[in-house]
């Protein structure tokens, strides 16, 4: 393990890593590295099964961190790698002929989040939503208890209290 | 699609393409006029259908009651206590109580908690197609006001919007018995004479219409489903 | 491996002639020719596995092109996460996948557990693998005989009802819910077992023993079921990594892939279990192995009821729950689901509600890229049959 971090930090300068159990490293790379170590990986290190590929959106640095979470079945570890992607419009490279379940993932984060990937099968055909016209759900502009409230007819009635200062009121009512 | 046996023509492109007029050239060369839109489709408005009087409908009324075909479409995660229901445990059959496969033999939907945009529109074809009269059962808290999902962009919080309904079951989720218990409710509201949801539909038409197309943004299907 | 009399039985369609395949080796499928016809199979169809549709393209009986369509249980779960607090997310996350919600609420409080630097008393980590296994049995109990139920020989799904119904009383004295739980909370669990309930359970499984005989004789040596299921819906072994396939499924194609020997978590280093492989890859290898599946399930269980200490502390100490901040991190946390590796990856940014977190479902491989390629040459009537062996559950892909 720390042998095969050493080799990605000197070849494809990954930095950030982060350590979170036995067998299980995080770690940032700059996003023209990504495919040439993901194709290293699945090569040569026997990180051949892609677990899981998403998006996080750190709005406040205005960019997408997008993760690959890649295992090696035989020696049982995980690498999570991470990229970061500016937030307006700015597309990804598609790995969907690597894996064959990497085009759905694509297919998703473009409509939940709206980060293209070039090429990717299918990726412009709706997966989950029909017919949405606002913009992709997954940002974190967009405001899901207001488009609620405005489209699905709400049934009066419901009261949201804060629980901390609901708490403190029924507890404390003289403070 | 590539199509040389096929020729649209002056075509209205705000349609889609499976629903644009065309004409097809048949096995022996004659040409076939197409037009998905009034050939596969009615599109005459529904009429309500007016209760019978006296003895007649209570007649009637106490039949369908004891016989509530139920479609078997799981719309939401509701839909895991149907078969136990139908497990010799809680035998939802000896209150007359069937699963069909088709609308066109049920009459009763159940709305089996939550709902999406996506199958909100499905779940009015299906009520559509269905004959009169037909009743609607709607499971679970989501169907009353959102319930788990009060805030979430792509469920909706009350059913009675879109379709009318004859019960309720709150709950997340209910359990067998309460579905039981609600079976009862409806068959006493059919022979009390109140169900008479598919009429207010009718009667109501343009309201339901107009609350439905605001949420289904891509409505690409006739205004009543025959 | 296939006897030659079966093989004759086989379904083995003759794709020499027609259609004609075009330049890219493709079929060339031409829907106005008239030899083609569109079926939508859902999402109100009695065959398919939860409410989910397929777009099959058919030519005579046999599948020339298939598409899933998803999206009708979409509640947008990681959207309202963004918006609950940690400890609002426990009611929530469960509802994620319908027929087994425990392993979300587990996945969710040991990633929010490993984030904040949390340990688990032991008895609160034996009662999490009982509920994790009884889960794990009653989804068990209704997959095993559903199977058959895809062919018509609904008697066997029946029995397995009434079996799945006492492990949901068993579910309803240890936690107060019958199908959504909530015992499983950061730091521990809800409750301890109340008084009664290894005998209860002991005699359960004793029945559910039973249960296993009779469905044996019921459908394992029916000579229908097994034509009707050995030699379909064959996945090649190169699949498996390239499709990412877990679980029963990979285990039945030969692969040792099991979340609980693998990355061992929870005690089941402590527990006496194997690998249930079998090589042939078919609908009928996949339900053999969950058959050796529901035996292991019942002796893991008898296993924890011995080795469970009888009293102990169930929560750790965790902070007030309406202030708790988790420090900045992501980790990717794993179980075995009943249908395969089941794996919450979360992201912490230092606040009160999590920045984001991402469920990867077994069924999100199984049932979009594996289903759309396995089906093309199977037989129309064998399709139920196949969405069932691969135990396509749809709210978890969609979330």
């Known amino acids: 393990m720390e042998q095969l971090l050493d080799r990605i930090i000197a070849g494809f300068e990954a930095a950030d890593i982060e350590k979170r159990k036995d067998g299980q490293v995080f770690f940032t790379v700059p996003k023209p590295k990504v495919l040439p170590l993901i194709n290293h990986l699945k090569m040569f290190e026997g990180f ?31 690498l999570g790698i991470r990229t970061f992607i500016g937030r307006d419009g700015e597309g990804m490279d598609s790995i969907h002929e690597l894996w064959g379940h990497a085009a759905t993932f694509q297919r998703e984060m473009k409509e939940m989040f709206g980060i293209g990937f070039p090429g990717s099968p299918r990726v412009d055909e709706p997966f989950l939503l029909e017919g949405w016209d606002d913009i992709p759900p997954m940002r974190r502009e967009f405001d899901t208890k207001k488009y609620s409230e405005e489209t699905y007819f709400p049934r009066p009635g419901r009261e949201t209290h804060d629980p901390a200062t609901y708490m403190k009121q029924k507890l404390y009512p003289n403070d | 699609m590539p199509e040389d ?17 065309r004409v097809v050239i048949g096995p022996e060369g004659e040409d076939i006029l197409v037009d998905p839109l009034r050939d596969y489709y009615c599109t005459a408005r529904p009429e309500p259908e007016l209760p019978r009087q006296g003895i007649i409908e209570k007649f009637m009324n106490w039949a369908r009651a004891e016989s509530l ?43 089996s908690g939550y709902l999406s945009v996506k199958t909100l529109k499905r779940v009015i074809r299906s009520y559509e197609q ?23 962009y792509n469920t909706i919080n009350r059913l009675d919007h879109y379709i009318p309904v004859d019960v309720y079951i709150a709950g997340c989720m209910p359990r067998p018995e309460a579905i039981l218990a609600g079976f009862n409710k409806l068959k006493q509201r059919i022979k009390e004479g109140r169900g008479e949801g598919a009429n207010d539909y009718i009667k109501n038409l343009d309201w339901y219409k107009a609350n439905q197309k605001k949420i289904i943004k891509d409505w690409n299907m006739p205004d009543y489903n025959w | 491996m296939i006897d030659p009399v079966q093989k004759i039985f086989r379904f083995q369609p003759d794709r020499s002639l027609y259609p004609e395949t075009g330049a890219d080796g493709k079929p060339v499928i031409r829907l106005d020719s008239g030899k083609f016809i569109k079926v939508w199979q859902g999402p109100n169809h009695p065959g398919v596995t939860g409410n989910m549709s397929l777009e099959l393209t058919i030519s005579g009986d046999e599948v020339v092109e298939s598409k899933t369509h998803v999206g009708y249980l979409h509640r947008g779960f990681e959207k309202l996460f963004e918006r609950r607090r940690y400890i609002q997310c426990f009611p929530t996350c469960i509802r994620m996948c319908v027929p087994e919600p425990d392993t979300n609420e587990y996945n969710l409080a040991r990633g929010t557990e490993e984030l904040a630097g949390i340990e688990v008393p032991e008895t609160a980590n034996w009662l999490r693998m009982l509920a994790l296994e009884m889960a794990r049995l009653q989804v068990l109990l209704r997959m095993v005989p559903g199977q058959a139920a895809t062919m018509g020989l609904g008697l066997g799904a029946q029995w397995g009802m009434y079996f799945r119904e006492l492990i949901l009383d068993r579910f309803e004295e240890l936690t107060g819910g019958r199908i959504y739980h909530m015992y499983i909370l950061p730091g521990g669990v809800r409750g301890m077992m109340p008084d009664g309930f290894r005998e209860r359970l002991g005699e359960n499984l004793k029945k559910i023993d039973g249960f296993i005989k009779d469905i044996d004789k019921l459908i394992f040596h029916n000579a229908v079921f097994r034509k009707r299921t050995i030699g379909i819906g064959h996945i090649p072994a190169d699949w498996v990594d390239h499709y990412g396939i877990t679980g029963p499924v990979a285990r039945a194609a030969g692969f040792k892939r099991d979340v609980r020997k693998d990355y061992p978590y929870l005690y089941y280093h402590q527990i006496n279990f194997d690998y249930n492989i079998e090589h042939d890859s078919d609908v009928f ?25 009888e009293k102990g502390i169930i929560r750790a100490e965790t902070p007030n729950v309406l202030h708790w901040r988790i420090p900045k991190g992501e980790t990717y946390v794993r179980c075995e689901s009943s249908r395969g590796e089941y794996g919450f990856y979360m992201v912490s940014d230092g606040s009160m509600y999590p920045r984001r977190i991402n469920l990867r479902g077994p069924s999100y491989t199984h049932a979009v890229s594996v289903l759309e390629r396995l089906l093309v040459n199977a037989n129309i009537s064998d399709i139920s049959s196949i969405m069932v062996s691969l135990a396509t559950c749809p709210p978890e892909i969609e979330r």
Not at chain 1, 53 to 65: H, S
Not at chain 2, 143 to 150: F, H, L, P
């Open chain 2, 130 to 152: 269905m004959q009169n009269p037909k009743f609607v059962i709607a499971l679970g808290s989501c169907t009353i006001n959102g319930g788990m999902y009060w805030d979430s």
């Open chain 3, 285 to 309: 290898a996949r339900f053999l192995v969950r058959r050796k599946d529901l035996e292991t399930t019942v002796d893991i269980l008898r296993q924890i009821m011995a080795k469970m200490p």
């Open chain 1, 48 to 78: 051949r099964n892609l677990i899981l590929m998403t998006a996080v959106d750190w709005i406040e640095d205005n960019q997408f961190q997008i993760t690959y979470l890649l295992n090696n079945p035989d020696t049982k570890t995980d």
């Open chain 2, 69 to 111: 075909w139920v479609l078997g479409f799981g719309t939401g995660c509701g839909s895991i206590e149907i078969p136990p229901l139908l497990s010799p445990r809680y035998d939802a059959y000896r209150f007359g109580v069937a699963m069909r496969p088709t609308p066109r033999q049920s009459s009763v939907i159940i709305i």
């Open chain 2, 5 to 21: 046996n096929v020729k649209y023509p002056a075509e209205d492109q705000s349609l889609s393409p499976v629903n644009r007029k």
